[in-house]
């Protein structure tokens, strides 16, 4: 793996890391480190909502409905590193259901920072869900090593809230109706002292984050493949009045795999952490 972008500034004293070498965990959890202040007009204190998604050079996210035959060795290491600095991976309901998640696992890499930084080995998985048609009896929701928390709205099924709550889930109410609103999310989670987000998809709750203009940031694995078919984009919402513009924070380079960092520029600018 070699860093192309930023380009140094000043000759590297230690290992160089626009070299093609193996990254250590610490190298890359600093370059992927979550701002210290975000900060914006009508946001959460802390909040940071970051996605990790992954594209072929055709647009696709995803082949033959999930996203692992695009991956990479190199694209499963960046995911443990973005996973092991979050405090929730946010996920859609389809996504859990098409991928299999299960829970978080510690990883001892990153049992330090969390504990220093006052936060349980792993991070939360939050499940975006209005309907709550759900399999409560999986281990993500019986099994985490942190309650699973279920993100639905106030008038969220009564039968299907009580299944999850049965199951040791944590239900948090994100709209006054059945329906999620995904500024609600971010605020909500946020009230939970879960700052530091991570979405890993799908589409569509993608393209409602982007919509409602919580997305901070995005990391997008560009696949050296050709997927063609029908699959969706990584982001698949309502069409923005403007395209909103992002700004380059870094890239780097594995066996033709781009792994890619933009960050919002409205609001944050060009901060970096």
Not at 90 to 108: D, F, N, Q, S
Not at 228 to 238: Q, S, T, W
């Amino acid at each position: 793996m070699r860093r192309l972008f930023p380009l140094p500034a000043d000759p590297p004293t230690g290992p160089s890391p626009w070299e093609d070498r193996e990254w250590a965990l610490d190298e890359l959890a600093d370059l992927y480190a979550y701002p210290e202040s975000p900060a914006g007009p009508g946001r959460p204190a802390g909040a940071w909502l970051r996605a990790n998604m992954v594209s072929s050079l055709d647009g696709a996210a995803h082949h033959d409905g999930r996203s692992q035959p695009l991956s990479s060795a190199a694209d499963m290491r960046i995911f443990g590193v973005l996973r092991g600095l979050a405090d929730a991976v946010v996920v859609g309901a389809e996504t859990v259901r098409r991928e299999g998640y299960r829970p978080a696992r510690a990883r001892e890499a990153f049992a330090a920072r969390r504990a220093a930084l006052g936060r349980p080995p792993v991070p939360a998985i939050a499940v975006v869900s209005a309907s709550l048609d759900l399999d409560f009896s999986l281990p993500l929701f019986t099994e985490p090593l942190v309650p699973t928390l279920v993100v639905t709205g106030a008038q969220a099924p009564a039968e299907r809230v009580a299944a999850a709550r049965a199951a040791g889930a944590e239900v948090v109410l994100a709209g006054e109706g059945r329906r999620v609103e995904p500024a609600r999310v971010v605020a909500a989670l946020a009230e939970r002292g879960l700052t530091r987000l991570l979405s890993e998809g799908g589409p569509k709750l993608l393209g409602q984050f982007a919509a409602a203009g919580v997305l901070d940031e995005l990391c997008l694995s560009l696949a050296p493949m050709v997927a063609a078919g029908d699959a969706e984009r990584i982001v698949n919402g309502p069409t923005l009045m403007e395209p909103e513009r992002f700004a380059l924070s870094s890239v780097l380079e594995d066996a033709g795999f781009l792994f890619t960092s933009y960050r919002r520029k409205r609001q944050y600018g060009d901060n970096q952490p």
